[in-house]
């Protein structure tokens, strides 16, 4: 039998880290056309409304069910917008460990909710699900979400030389592919030990790998 995580929703001051709907469509698209995800994650390139319902009616929830973690929209408590998306991804459910990667939309950089959301997922892998270990991995170019990984707590352990293609704007208006290193950052349960729920964060931009 798959381990799953539980279908939940999670509360901090600010947010609300809830499953997916088709609601989130609209703000979904315009937040994963933004020219910094497009650079930084493997997004599809251009990211169509039909990208972005599939995600939200199905593939996000497919995510937990099929064993792999859990992936959630970031939204504000008091106005309901779509801030983000989290995503916990490959799952070790015998060492329990796993990754968490991120993206918040470009007008809500700067209000650490990159920060707020990955600490309460934490809080929530290490005290509820008794979880062991939590990777990010981050551009080597990405300063803003090395700056999120500092101030969250998270040790870096190391480069992985060559182990992710970015994309770079082209002057003729397009993309190119390049190759760059990644940077390891690992948080385990002791590291949170006296962190609240709540942190601030440089701009909020996270490496994660979208299926």
Not at 23 to 46: G, I, K, Q, R, S
Not at 129 to 145: G, H, P, V, W
Request: proline residues 5%.
């Amino acid at each position: 039998m798959t381990s799953t995580f539980p279908d939940i929703s999670i509360s901090t001051d600010r947010l609300v880290l809830r499953p997916f709907e088709e609601a989130d469509v609209p703000a979904l698209t315009e937040m994963m056309t933004d020219e910094l995800v497009t650079a930084w994650t493997d997004l599809p390139h251009p990211y169509t409304t039909a990208d972005a319902r599939a995600w939200a009616t199905g593939k996000a929830a497919a995510v937990r069910t099929e064993g792999r973690g859990i992936a959630l929209a970031v939204t504000e408590f008091l106005t309901q917008r779509l801030v983000g998306a989290l995503h916990v991804d490959h799952t070790d459910w015998r060492v329990l460990s796993t990754e968490i990667g991120y993206v918040i939309a470009p007008w809500a950089r700067g209000e650490g909710y990159a920060g707020e959301s990955v600490l309460a997922v934490a809080h929530w892998l290490f005290e509820d699900q008794k979880f062991e270990r939590i990777e990010l991995r981050t551009a080597a170019d990405n300063t803003a979400s090395h700056q999120v990984a500092q101030k969250i707590g998270c040790i870096s352990e190391g480069v992985l030389r060559n182990a992710w293609i970015a994309r770079s704007p082209t002057e003729d208006g397009g993309w190119t592919d390049i190759r760059t290193d990644l940077i390891v950052w690992s948080l385990l349960p002791e590291d949170l030990d006296g962190v609240p729920g709540r942190a601030a964060d440089a701009s909020g931009f996270g490496y994660p790998e979208w299926n």
